[in-house]
């Protein structure tokens, strides 16, 4: 499922953790699973196989741990990106 462009799970009431497979999704330019119920830790890096990304939001869940890295430079498709309403700390 490598060539998966679009993953939208918006305010569907979904939990646990998000599956870190997701991370590999390296055609993806959009990402949206905002207003749900997930939990736990992101892995640092995972937005990095997402160069292609116009749009992450990640936001109103309860994501933890340190907040994910994302490099500007190389996202230079990104036209959206939230992570509002978590309780990441630190860089």
């Not at 892995?43 to 990304?53: H, L």
Request: charge should be negative; hydrophobic fraction near 40%.
């Amino acid at each position: 499922c490598t060539n998966l462009k679009s993953l939208v799970l918006t305010g569907n009431e979904l939990g646990g953790e998000l599956p870190v497979v997701v991370a590999n999704l390296q055609s993806l330019q959009r990402f949206d699973v905002s207003f749900n119920r997930f939990q736990g830790e992101l892995p640092r890096d995972i937005f990095a196989a997402w160069r292609n990304a116009r749009v992450i939001d990640i936001s109103g869940n309860n994501f933890q741990g340190l907040t994910p890295s994302l490099d500007l430079e190389t996202h230079t498709s990104l036209t959206y990106f939230s992570m509002a309403e978590n309780n990441f700390h630190g860089m």
